[in-house]
């Protein structure tokens, strides 16, 4: 049984659901209106005036539901009739116990959860992708991610946006908990709200219960053999053909491009964060809130507990240390994405933050570097300078593992069109008075704007 977010509409379950499920809408529909209502009207003059109009609306109700239950069951029988006409021809000649990972020769019609679950992992990650894309959103695969599964941007309304992310695993046993948490734990680093897990396994009690609390629409084997049986007959070859194309071998010409991230309006330097060294280009070309999350990495990393300032005026401050058995910050960190150099007077602001926290150590870290007077400030202040140059040198004496992490966790997706430091989500670019900057796309509610750096 398919399984929804608590604030699904009826109607939106209906469209996901199969016919029966539109069916009985209908049906209890109808029975309201001409049993249930006239019990509850009689003797009373006041709702009998209204019995007519609940009738209209009930009629509206079930008409519509049955509509959607007929269309839907004209295609369930449309997807067994071709699979009828198979068996009559080429099917027939096809052993019954054949390769699931070899050419693919069923018909929707005749899918099952077994078939589903003995696909190989290529074959399952072309039906999510084509799942998403028969529903009208614009995919984008977000990276190769392993034995961890495959990501997806997800564009649900075609408005260059991303809006949710889905993750496709496939697995013999039932998905657990810590699968579907880790899923949660990369929405959040990438700020999304709205999560798909499909797989062509199951889940389990405890996943589909956190999945509710965390806004993740569960999919499983089940549900995308719903999917399938509903595709008309030109979607049902155009997923055959898909699927058959991952039979045949890779070309040279493109195997080079199978395991590359892709995004939107990225340029070429964030093709392959899986492999690719941190250089001090790469560290400039980071919008501000991936420079703030790859310098909390790096105390994550080192051992030295964190915390980073929430979304909105940060008083000055982007990440605040602490000693292990403290609740108070011990040390306070501004981090400064800048194409200019940093001088005195952000270093006094800094300065100033501190005394007004009552915290005597300071770590100010910029992607550029810091002018004499600066330097000057900052010894006798007790803060720690650290610009771009050094950074790169701090994060190559990690472990190469760990340096990997740090560098594929701040280049995923979009990683130098800047964040809206109240809204949290991607400015766009725009134009005024001949001067471009960016802007907030929740402009005129949020007005925030950033110059546009050379």
């Known amino acids: 049984m398919a399984r929804y977010r608590k604030n699904s509409s009826l109607i939106q379950i209906a469209l996901d659901s199969g016919w029966e499920f539109s ?21 009373n003059p006041f709702l009998s005036v209204l019995l007519p109009a609940f009738r209209s609306l009930g009629l509206i109700i079930a008409s519509g539901f049955g509509v959607l239950a007929l269309i839907k069951l004209m295609l369930v029988l449309s997807g067994s009739l071709k699979t009828s006409m198979a068996d009559s021809g080429e099917v027939k000649s096809k052993s019954k116990d054949q390769d699931f990972n070899g050419p693919v020769s069923k018909q929707a019609g005749s899918w099952s ?95 589909i219960d956190f999945a509710l609390t965390n ?4 999919i499983n084997s089940s549900d995308l053999l719903r999917f399938i049986s509903g595709l008309s007959q030109s979607s049902t070859a155009k997923l055959l053909g898909l699927l058959s194309e991952c039979d045949k071998p890779a070309e040279k010409s493109r195997s080079a491009t199978q395991d590359t991230v892709i995004a939107k309006n990225v340029d070429e330097h964030s093709l392959n964060p899986v492999s690719r060294k941190l250089t001090h280009q790469l560290l400039c070309s980071l919008e501000w809130k991936r420079f703030e999350d790859l310098c909390a990495g790096y105390f994550t990393e080192i051992g030295i507990k964190n915390k980073l300032t ?91 593992e760990i340096q990997d992490r740090l560098v594929k966790s701040v280049t995923v997706g979009d990683y130098t069109t800047p964040t809206c430091v109240q809204c949290g989500i991607k400015m766009v670019r725009r134009k005024s008075n001949d001067k471009e900057f960016w802007g907030c796309k929740n402009f005129p509610k949020c007005r925030r704007t950033l110059m546009i750096q050379p």
Do not use: W
Not at 310 to 329: C, F, H, M, T
Not at 353 to 382: C, D, P, Q
């Open 23 to 43: 069916a009985v809408i209908s049906l209890l529909a109808l029975s309201l209106i001409y049993l249930v209502f006239p019990i509850l009207v009689e003797g």
């Open 113 to 207: 959860n077994e078939y589903l679950r003995k696909l190989n992992a290529k074959k399952l990650s072309t039906l999510c992708e084509f799942y998403f894309s028969e529903r009208g959103m614009k995919v984008t695969r977000l990276r190769r991610a392993g034995d961890e599964g495959e990501y997806f941007q997800l564009d649900e309304v075609n408005n260059g946006e991303i809006t949710a992310i889905a993750s496709c695993r496939k697995e013999s046993e039932s998905i657990d908990l810590e699968m579907v948490a880790r899923f949660s734990r990369v929405m959040k680093s990438e700020k999304i709200r709205r999560g798909y897990y499909l797989t062509n396994s199951s889940f389990s009690d405890a996943v």
């Open 215 to 218: 806004n993740i629409r569960l």
């Open 310 to 400: 929430p979304l909105g005026a940060d008083g000055g401050v982007d990440i605040q240390l602490y000693e292990d058995a403290s609740d108070q910050p011990t040390c306070l960190v501004q981090c400064k994405a800048y194409s200019k150099p940093v001088g005195i007077k952000l270093v006094r602001e800094f300065i100033g933050v501190m005394h007004l926290e009552k915290v005597s150590r300071g770590i100010y870290i910029t992607t550029n570097f810091f002018n004499a007077a600066a330097v000057s400030a900052a010894r006798v202040n007790n803060i720690q300078l650290i610009d771009g140059h050094q950074l790169v040198n701090l994060i190559e004496r990690l472990p190469a």
